[in-house]
């Protein structure tokens, strides 16, 4: 398995992350070690390459537009987010790779939960990443993570956002990553609903956290040439 650095650096502002992504990208092209930062952010909303005015539909808070690809969409206090700084020039250059990664390590997790999950390229929609989850049988998929990456000279950076817990200001007032704010979806929710598989779980972040960065290593270990 290929060894990243990790960086858990808990809650933190969008803006002192975001440089920190920077300085890291810069560091891995140098040679440094590939690195994972995983944290989450107080309330904001970036908007993606792709976004449009009407992306915004009553958000006050903060906004700020950003390199990476996709629409709108929030991060909050609820959430895992990790932003992998990979060097893609060790795999290839295999940016559709790196993306299912992404999506496949979130799905394994929630899947050995007991959850029925997929990555959104296998629901025939590959321009928006991002993994979906049914609470029960005879529920629609719901949106429970989201993937928006920039590449600088082949190395990565942004990432994914779990929807680990509720969070009444997240998704309001956006189209999140042009979809309906009710598409949206926490894992939380989930372990309140009585129909879903994981109805009274209770919720362990590092636990979550742990496992999602040893399905990422694993993945983008197999991803070395």
């Not at 609470?135 to 719901?142: K, L, N, S, Y």
Request: charged share 20%.
């Amino acid at each position: 398995m290929s060894q990243l650095r990790i960086l858990n650096i808990g809650q933190q502002p969008y803006g002192e992350v975001y440089e920190l992504q920077k300085r890291t990208v810069e560091e891995v092209k140098a040679g440094e070690q590939e690195t994972l930062i995983v944290c989450s952010h107080p309330p904001i909303v970036t908007l993606g390459k792709k976004s449009q005015p009407e992306d915004l539909q009553g958000w006050t808070g903060e906004v700020l537009a950003i390199e990476r690809g996709g629409k709108a969409t929030y991060h909050g206090p609820g959430q895992i987010i990790i932003y992998p700084i990979i060097n893609l020039t060790k795999r290839g250059q295999n940016i559709a790779g790196f993306l299912e990664v992404m999506e496949q390590s979130m799905v394994n997790v929630l899947n050995k939960m007991g959850l029925t999950a997929s990555g959104n390229t296998e629901r025939g929609k590959p321009d928006y990443t991002g993994v979906w989850v049914k609470g029960d049988e005879h529920a629609a998929p719901r949106k429970i993570a989201s993937i928006g990456v920039a590449i600088s000279r082949w190395v990565t950076y942004h990432g994914l956002a779990f929807n680990l817990e509720k969070d009444p200001l997240a998704f309001t007032g956006i189209s999140p990553c042009g979809f309906t704010t009710d598409t949206m979806i926490s894992l939380q929710e989930l372990t309140e609903s009585p129909q879903s598989p994981v109805y009274d779980t209770k919720l362990n972040r590092p636990q979550i956290e742990d496992a999602l960065i040893t399905e990422l290593q694993d993945g983008f270990s197999k991803l070395l040439l």
